[in-house]
């Protein structure tokens, strides 16, 4: 049985659920396992890729609207009708691959705010899909950032938590009416000299 959630992809003007933005407590804390993939799961999946789609995101993790259990979706192809979204419940990355590169993020919970990320180029991801299938994929490039991004909420990490230069950082928060005290500073594990090739 496939149980591919079949969501169209078009903007709703009222879409089903609220995005919280960096400052609501819900994505500072860990989201729970989710020990059952029910139709309650489906209906959270689903609400949560109209909500994206609505708001013009290519992923979007539970904590984001308020739902601390691990579950994210992911869609790099908003534009195409015909690819499946994907559901990830539950993810677990069990390697990582090739080269840490550098690139632009943003974030649904931070509109507006976009910095340079570390990111392995590839990722190996464990998780069960909407069917509650276990799968195994590997994702490459923008996939494996977006889900190494929507994996970090879960854990109650926001991507800006980890850009070096303070004083831009701050500059950028503050333009689009956010705080830097509400930024979680930490270290890239990426960055460590122990995981950089060479
Ligand atoms: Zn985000």
Do not use: W
């Amino acid at each position: 049985m496939v149980a591919t959630l079949s969501v169209p992809k078009v903007k709703l003007k009222n879409p089903p659920l609220h995005i919280y933005r960096m400052g609501d407590k819900v994505l500072r804390q860990p989201a729970k396992r989710i020990s059952q993939v029910n139709d309650e799961i489906r209906q959270l999946a689903r609400d949560m890729l109209q909500t994206m789609y609505s708001a013009d995101g290519i992923g979007l993790a539970a904590p984001q609207v308020g739902v601390p259990k691990r579950l994210i979706v992911v869609d790099i192809y908003p534009d195409k009708p015909e690819v499946p979204p994907l559901v990830l419940i539950n993810p677990e990355i069990r390697e990582y691959l090739g080269e840490t590169v550098a690139a632009q993020e943003g974030c649904l919970s931070i509109p507006g705010v976009f910095c340079e990320v570390l990111r392995a180029q590839g990722v190996v991801v464990s998780f069960k899909d909407e069917s509650g299938r276990p799968r195994t994929i590997q994702a490459d490039d923008l996939l494996a950032r977006v889900i190494q991004h929507e994996i970090d909420h879960l854990n109650g990490v926001l991507f800006v938590d980890y850009v070096e230069n303070e004083l831009l950082l701050d500059q950028e928060l503050r333009k689009h009416g956010f705080q830097m005290q509400d930024v979680q500073r930490r270290a890239n594990p990426l960055a460590a000299p122990a995981l950089k090739p060479r």
